[in-house]
């Protein structure tokens, strides 16, 4: 019989050891964080140095060869070849951690040769907030018109003062000249059109760079961006920025693009309307499918297909072949037909199995008692942070335990705002919230990730939020999501940011939440994962309230459309194909197409 003391005493002896190692886990990582870098070799071409130092070269097309990326000591690319056509929009995709964001790094530094003469701009940074007007910031991109506008005004200030020396008027004439050249006196209403594009009106147009918050300060990065038109545009999920309004104008913007855009998305809806190419990142190497992001679905499906068929087809051969050397290599008669066999062997050319990506698989527990509406409410609700600017009137919605709900509306409409009024972050100026007494609700939002504790591993991040447990079950809680082996207990610095949106899904999901509220959950996830998410949300037996703007995620996820505009929630019956017609009529009726 088991003696119940000695088992208190060795299960506490366990946990004490448990608590320690994690402390001390905790405390390895708590220390000065040294973050990896990115690096990038390339090896060299006599041929390209060549006709670049002639100057012969002048071709905008860019191709880098046989080069190598790194972070820290993990390689990202070996040997890989990237070749671009100018003209064409390429769509990078790739499981997160395997380098898409530091390879558009390692090209817009020129870690990697490309050719002085092409411009590259990537938008990455938020543009500094300062007095300047949004127009004004965006129209001094142009460097050349800036140039030529300033000499004008020095030049006519000259002319006028009499302090010419009588070439000015002559200067003068080749600078109007060259601005009529440029179509300068139409940049003003081109970068208008942008920025209306992009969500700015009139107003916002005027306004002082310094007044915008970070999202829309990235938004003016991406304007200035399609403004300046350089020979390689660089684009790091553009969409995670934007509302579905304005993913739908830059779509169509996109699509006229003169020169070469390399564009790194999970937006599956984005690539099949932007992309004329996909580039896969996989197994450090990179391969390039002509077509949209359908299209390389299907030939990559097939060609792994074919790879499979023929290396099953090979192996049935070897087999073959082995089975008469095995039967005969000791027949002196046979003796010549065995070595010519094993001849036969050594000459056959090594086929690999198709190295199949795993499936990324995540689940939402659900183990709690159903339970009868109403579950979540607002009757009547006005909201305000300031009296003269309500966010909502009259607002009444309601939720339950079977809703599958996205919010839309543009950035600024109220969205996230409602969301904390449902969660009871906010209180309404007047009307009522009611929720369930068992409501349980889970919330995720880009903020919970940004806080993540970037010192420590994902372990020990869940360990301080729900202590008590042991390592195994923190483990088996981060690998539901996806963070397994040394991902777990790496310094969550150095994870990617689907990585780190994993971590935060996993903590957000340890306490078992029956009703979720997600605002804009596929940010930096990458396609596998938001596929992955999609299926665990179907499957789960609470409520779904999100924000989102991955059209192709609302489909699969979604059964009632809230459109937030004018202080108010509109439900569309028809779903997101008339939420799309009734932005396409928008942009007709405004001319931003």
């Known amino acids: ?44 071409s006599k041929k390209e140095t060549r006709m670049e130092s002639s100057g012969k070269n002048k071709s905008y097309d860019v191709r880098i060869e046989n080069f190598d990326v790194s972070f820290g000591e993990r390689v990202l690319l070996a040997g890989a ?87 000015e008027g002559a200067r003068l004439s080749e600078v109007y000249a060259k601005l009529e050249e440029i179509e300068a006196d139409k940049a003003p209403a081109r970068a208008s059109v942008i920025l209306a594009g992009l969500g700015f009106n009139a107003k916002m147009q005027q306004q002082a760079t310094k007044e915008f918050s970070g999202g829309w300060r990235m938004r003016l990065a991406l304007a200035r961006a399609l ?120 000459k056959l050319p090594e086929l690999k199995p198709v190295d199949k990506e795993s499936e990324v698989i995540m689940k939402f527990p659900d183990g709690f008692e159903k339970f009868s509406p109403p579950i979540l409410q607002l009757d009547e609700v006005d909201f305000y942070y300031s009296p003269n600017h309500y966010i909502f009137r009259s607002l009444s919605v309601s939720a339950d335990l079977e809703s599958r709900i996205c919010v839309v509306g543009e950035n600024g409409a109220g969205k996230s705002t409602m969301l904390k009024i449902l969660m009871g972050e906010l209180a309404p100026v007047r009307g009522i919230r009611h929720a369930h007494r068992n409501l349980k609700i889970g919330y995720f939002s880009q903020h919970h990730v940004d806080q993540l504790d970037l010192n420590i591993s994902a372990v020990a991040l869940l360990a301080r939020r729900f202590p008590g447990k042991t390592e195994e079950e923190y483990r088996h809680q981060l690998g539901s999501y996806g ?4 991902l777990a207990v790496r310094p969550v610095a150095s994870l990617s940011g689907g990585q780190k949106s994993r971590v935060a899904f996993a903590q957000m999901t340890m306490s078992c939440p029956n009703f979720y509220i997600l605002d804009e959950p596929t940010n930096h996830l990458d396609m596998e994962t938001i596929e992955a998410l999609a299926k665990a949300l179907n ?32 439900r569309i019956e ?13 942009f007709r009726k405004e001319g931003f197409l």
């Open 1 to 44: 019989m088991v003696n119940a003391k000695k088992l208190e005493k060795a299960e506490a002896r366990l946990k004490a050891k448990q608590d320690k190692r994690m402390e001390r886990d905790s405390l390895k990582s708590s220390g000065p964080l040294v973050l990896e870098e990115a690096s990038a070799s390339q090896a060299a």
């Open 81 to 167: 070849d990237l070749n671009l056509a100018f003209g064409r929009r390429y769509g990078l995709v790739g499981r997160n951690g395997l380098g898409k964001t530091t390879l558009l790094k390692m090209i817009a530094s020129r870690s990697l040769r490309i050719p002085s003469h092409i411009s590259i701009l990537h938008v990455e940074q938020e543009v500094a907030g300062d007095e300047t007007p949004a127009l004004q910031s965006v129209l001094e991109c142009d460097t050349t018109r800036e140039s030529l506008l300033r000499e004008e005004r020095d030049l006519t200030a000259k002319i006028n003062a009499g302090r010419g020396e009588g070439t």
């Open 227 to 346: 403004f300046a038109r350089p020979d390689l545009l660089l684009l790091d999920e553009p969409t995670n920025m934007l509302d579905v309004r304005a993913i739908l104008w830059l779509e169509t913007y996109l699509q006229t693009w003169q020169s070469t855009i390399l564009v790194v998305s999970h937006d599956r809806n984005f690539l099949n309307a932007v992309a004329t190419d996909i580039i896969h990142l996989h197994s450090q190497r990179l391969d390039t499918y002509r077509g949209d992001f359908e299209n390389f679905m299907k030939i990559k499906e097939e060609r792994l297909k074919n790879q499979q068929r023929e290396y099953e087809a090979q192996q049935q051969y070897r087999e073959h072949i082995q089975v008469f050397i095995d039967r005969f290599r000791y027949n002196a008669n046979r003796a010549s037909q065995v070595q010519s066999k094993l001849k036969l062997l050594e």
């Open 483 to 486: 963070v397994s082996g040394e």
């Open 539 to 570: 499957k789960f037996r609470g409520g779904v309230i999100l924000v989102s703007h991955d059209e192709r995620f609302i489909r699969l996820v979604c059964q009632e459309l809230w459109v937030c505009e004018n202080a108010t929630v509109t």
């Open 574 to 586: 028809g779903g997101f194909d008339q939420y799309r017609d009734i932005l396409q009529e928008q």
